[in-house]
């Protein structure tokens, strides 16, 4: 129930839903493993739903769809790529909270970095839903308006969360949104070397 609470509340009024997040006693464990494998599944879910029976055309040629087989397989590395990112977006949060003054104790950081790349990551991974009709223009311009939003709730987060003055939390919040980044880049060339090795798209003839 506290994962949907907190969903709506961080579109709805994310202050004072950063300030709820913060004052809950909950651990890294609970914030990542009750939310990240459920959350992640939406996007991959749809992906495979669109690719493999609604299909996508460019310009004016046909609708243009992927093999089940390929599909699963792609949406599966897609799958694992969001666990492994948002943990080592919530990891080098709790890292770099030393240089920047958070005086939690290990634990408290721990969960407090942890939630912030959770509940920033949450609007990446809710847009997923417009996968289900994979035409280039309505994803870009979707994703596009998610991230905003998860840059916005990264910059709002940390000085709440970490609770740390505003100015040094701007600070902080650049570098995780570089490393965010930073960890988009990975993604895709992994998938442009996974493409290579032959276990790329396969297409409906």
Same mark, same amino acid.
């Given at each position: 129930?506290?994962?949907?609470?907190?969903?709506?509340?961080?579109?709805?009024?994310?202050?004072?839903?950063?300030?709820?997040?913060?004052?809950?006693?909950?651990?890294?464990?609970?914030?990542?493993?009750?939310?990240?494998?459920?959350?992640?599944?939406?996007?991959?879910?749809?992906?495979?739903?669109?690719?493999?029976?609604?299909?996508?055309?460019?310009?004016?040629?046909?609708?243009?769809?992927?093999?089940?087989?390929?599909?699963?397989?792609?949406?599966?590395?897609?799958?694992?790529?969001? +666990?492994?990112? !948002?943990?080592?977006?919530?990891?080098? %949060?709790? /890292?770099? *909270?030393?240089?920047?003054? $958070?005086?939690?104790?290990?634990?408290?950081?721990?969960?407090?970095?942890?939630?912030?790349?959770?509940?920033?990551?949450?609007?990446?991974?809710?847009?997923?839903?417009?996968?289900?009709?994979?035409?280039?223009?309505?994803?870009?311009?979707?994703?596009?308006?998610?991230?905003?939003?998860?840059?916005?709730?990264?910059?709002?987060?940390?000085?709440?969360?970490?609770?740390?003055?505003?100015?040094?939390?701007?600070?902080?919040?650049?570098?995780?949104?570089?490393?965010?980044?930073? +960890?988009?880049? !990975?993604?895709?060339?992994?998938?442009? %070397?996974? /493409?290579? *090795?032959?276990?790329?798209? $396969?297409?409906?003839?």
């Amino acid at each position: 129930m506290a994962m949907f609470q907190h969903t709506f509340g961080i579109f709805t009024n994310p202050d004072r839903e950063w300030q709820r997040i913060r004052n809950e006693d909950q651990s890294f464990f609970k914030v990542y493993w009750t939310h990240v494998p459920l959350l992640a599944l939406i996007p991959v879910v749809c992906a495979f739903f669109g690719v493999t029976q609604q299909g996508w055309s460019i310009g004016s040629g046909g609708v243009v769809k992927l093999t089940s087989d390929s599909a699963l397989i792609l949406c599966g590395f897609a799958y694992l790529a969001q +666990l492994v990112a !948002v943990y080592i977006l919530g990891e080098y %949060i709790n /890292w770099m *909270s030393h240089s920047f003054g $958070v005086t939690d104790e290990d634990s408290r950081r721990h969960y407090e970095g942890t939630a912030l790349a959770v509940y920033s990551a949450t609007p990446m991974m809710l847009a997923g839903f417009v996968l289900l009709f994979p035409e280039l223009w309505l994803v870009a311009g979707v994703f596009i308006l998610a991230a905003c939003y998860s840059i916005y709730l990264i910059y709002e987060g940390i000085p709440i969360l970490m609770n740390i003055p505003k100015e040094r939390g701007f600070v902080y919040a650049s570098s995780v949104i570089t490393v965010g980044l930073v +960890l988009a880049v !990975v993604v895709m060339v992994a998938t442009v %070397i996974v /493409w290579g *090795s032959g276990m790329g798209p $396969v297409y409906v003839s």
